[in-house]
DNA sequence: ATCCTTGCAAAGTCTTTGCACGGGA
DNA sequence: TCCCGTGCAAAGACTTTGCAAGGAT
């Protein structure tokens, strides 16, 4: 299929995510390249969460840019700090997971820990209860780790 | 120094302790142990928190009923399931992390990013915002991952 | 031309597991 | 006595790192 530019336009962001990473990087000495690049691709465009040995499937899978997993090890932390993925999904297993954070709202999750379903959430009153604790023992809220466990309605249903 | 009843009697806890993971082993059939026992009272003695290559060493160094590195991994689901500890701390490095639980109330922790000191914090206005936040979504809430970052009082003032 | 980046393989960590002997009930 | 528990060492899994060749500016 030839390029197509749809409403929400993926390419677009894709595209402004590259030139953040590209000024991040510069801002460090560090230099873009297209290896790098795929890597935010592939990134942006995976559905849902992923872990490192995963997208570095996926790229070698594509044959187009690969790379090695301890690239993308190597790459993910700088990923982080350009705000393209975070990490996610703690309670999963031993590898670390990530998930793309461009242009994204800030959401935490609930997981079903029998089907392993994830719901993505916002609550704005949880955010201002998360920010009035931190304070009401003098810390400055800088981030949070929050993943709520629980049953999801298909598997309440079959275990009746 | 010779054996102390003090006024909340910790010793008197770890013995209910005890017994009730003696009652959980029962149930599975498994056996009550010195080296469990002793790995049960090291895990509520401890202050704090740990992790399992922590804990061996401390029962290494009393030397009076030390256990392999082995089989504290192999104790600690079942002191999990006996709610003598449970797992505690994720956003803190590689190893899984435990903390005493036994007759102990549910907390949540705040973690200062500069220093690592941890507040441990309760609200049950945050508790029922998180089932209430499940429910939304048809899920039973079971359990939640929570945790807090942020700089704490001490380290603030020696940012400025 | 300089020096960062990459792939490969080796090394590191934390955790799990196989095995033979020791110990609880 | 039966069979689980334990220590030791080996194996696994994920992640990091050393090194020499390749690539970006």
Do not use: N, W
């Not at 465009?45 to 997208?55: A, I, K, P, R, S």
């Not at 955010?127 to 604790?133: A, D, N, S, Y």
Request: proline share 3%; with cysteine; aromatic share 6%.
């Amino acid at each position: 299929m030839a390029h197509v530019v749809t409403a929400s336009c993926p390419e677009e962001r894709i595209v402004r995510a590259v030139e953040r990473f590209r000024a991040v990087l510069y801002g460090r000495d560090l230099r873009m390249t297209s290896v790098r690049e795929a890597i935010v691709r592939a990134a942006l465009e995976y559905d849902g969460h992923f872990h490192v040995q995963e997208l570095a499937r996926v790229l070698q899978e594509r044959g187009l840019r690969d790379a090695s997993v301890a690239t993308v090890y190597r790459a993910m932390p700088l990923l982080v700090e350009a705000g393209i993925v975070q990490p996610a999904l703690v309670s999963a297993g031993d590898e670390q997971r990530y998930e793309a954070a461009f242009e994204r709202p800030h959401h935490d999750h609930l997981v079903c820990t029998q089907c392993g379903d994830v719901v993505e959430f916002h609550d704005e009153v949880l955010e201002t209860l998360q920010r009035v604790i931190a304070e009401r023992y003098g810390y400055e809220l800088t981030g949070h780790v929050h993943e709520l466990l629980g049953c999801c309605p298909k598997c309440r249903k079959k275990k009746r």
